[in-house]
């Protein structure tokens, strides 16, 4: 089954739209019992929310639903997160992935193969671990939902990032992670066939090809904070993801005609509460921003650096001191290289001195801020002068005839300077 739904209208898919899709790819299947795969908060302008919803209405009547947030390393959904997000779901539905203690491993990707995919970068075989749910026989039906957006660790998000990464565990995350960092940023952020992707795609060819997973991926942008759904793809299929992913190249990367000397990020507080989510600020503009620029990341949300307290600890104990320097630290300590997705994190978040990176905080000191390698500004100061309701979204030129570039919510693009990539 193959469903493609591109938005006509400028304003995006409308409910009725992406309802009738979403019977569509159910109709006359005998279920009994459903497994939905949305993403977490991090995702809200995904609309994966939104048909969540609309699948858990279409389905609870007769099938027994249960709702698994892909969290990855995320801290679980409050209450009030789920509300916002979900509607009128029962929190109760809501399962929490523990991503250290709720997986199995399903296979093992060969050391062989992951040498030929990375250029020879990384030759270690890559174990794959998903919770164990979904591997449960008793789910007539997994739907995994989600958008398609450029991402720092695979090129593009989603599909089977959403199984292997967001529902899976310590040792596939981590070299996930790792061999991202490894095989560099620059060259795969808004591509498809990257090594990570590579190694996932070979999970679902080779471990998962026989348990039932519908794909549901959308393409959004959210203009003014309103979701804007410009397509959507349903299918068993890897075809979905090439649908969306042609479709995020155009909606979701910003090509800028120069490089920006002061680009100025902000992160909503109801999305952003760590480094490790926020530094999306620092992924997505980085092939933007020229040599010796600053970027500036309004974070009023921001009260820790990691998601999850070791890994937070490893932040705080390394800092974002560059990619050689991370390097060269995983090969002498054991607490690194048994959490590489911190140290593959760390080595993401620096820009290697090539710009400065300042963070404007409310709830964290800037002992706190200097102590990983970043400058840290005072928050009222810094929107005394970048107030995100004074900006528009691209270039601004202040009362001072001072340029900058403002990005309203780095998670839903990515910025290159078409002069230098």
Request: charged fraction near 25%; glycine fraction near 8%; include cysteine.
């Amino acid at each position: 089954m193959e469903l493609f739904t591109y938005a006509s209208d400028p304003s995006g898919l409308s409910e009725e739209a992406i309802r009738d899709q979403l019977m569509r790819s159910i109709a006359g299947k005998e279920l009994k019992r459903v497994l939905l795969i949305p993403p977490d908060f991090t995702r809200f302008h995904s609309n994966a929310g939104l048909i969540t919803s609309l699948y858990y209405d279409l389905l609870k009547d007769h099938v027994d639903v249960d709702i698994l947030p892909a969290l990855g390393t995320h801290e679980a959904m409050s209450v009030a997160e789920v509300k916002e997000m979900y509607g009128d779901i029962p929190y109760e539905k809501f399962i929490y992935h523990n991503w250290r203690e709720d997986v199995v491993e399903v296979g093992v990707v060969p050391g062989e193969y992951v040498k030929e995919i990375t250029d020879g970068l990384w030759d270690r075989p890559v174990p794959l671990e998903v919770n164990w749910r979904v591997m449960d026989e008793r789910y007539d039906l997994i739907i995994s939902i989600g958008q398609v957006v450029p991402h720092e660790v695979i090129g593009m998000a989603n599909h089977a990032k959403n199984v292997f990464v967001g529902c899976g565990g310590r040792k596939t995350i981590n070299a996930s992670h790792m061999i991202g960092a490894v095989y560099g940023m620059e060259r795969m952020m808004g591509k498809d066939h990257t090594p990570v992707r590579k190694i996932l795609d070979y999970g679902m060819e080779h471990f998962l090809n026989h348990r039932p997973i519908l794909f549901v991926l959308t393409v959004t942008t959210a203009p003014k904070g309103r979701i804007c759904t410009h397509g959507l793809f349903i299918s068993e299929e890897r075809i979905a993801l090439e649908k969306a992913i042609a479709l995020a190249q155009e909606k979701n990367i910003d090509f800028v005609d120069k490089g920006i000397k002061k680009c100025v990020v902000y992160l909503d507080p109801k999305e952003f509460k760590s480094t490790w989510l926020g530094n999306k600020a620092v992924y997505r503009t980085r092939m933007a921003i020229a040599d010796g620029g600053e970027l500036i990341v309004l974070a009023p949300g921001v009260t820790k650096f990691g998601e999850d307290p070791k890994i937070d600890e490893l932040i705080r104990k390394y800092g974002y001191s560059g990619r050689l320097n991370v390097l060269e630290l995983f090969q002498d300590n054991i607490d690194l290289q048994q959490n590489m997705s911190a140290a593959a994190h760390l080595i993401h978040g620096s820009s290697d001195g090539r710009f400065s990176i300042s963070y404007a905080v409310k709830h964290m000191s800037k002992e706190d801020i200097a102590q990983v390698y970043y400058q840290a500004l005072d928050y009222d100061e810094t929107i005394s002068r970048y107030h995100p309701d004074r900006l528009v979204p691209g270039w601004n030129i202040l009362d001072d005839q001072e340029e900058i570039f403002y990005i309203p919510n780095p998670a839903l693009g990515l910025w290159i300077d078409r002069n230098r990539f």
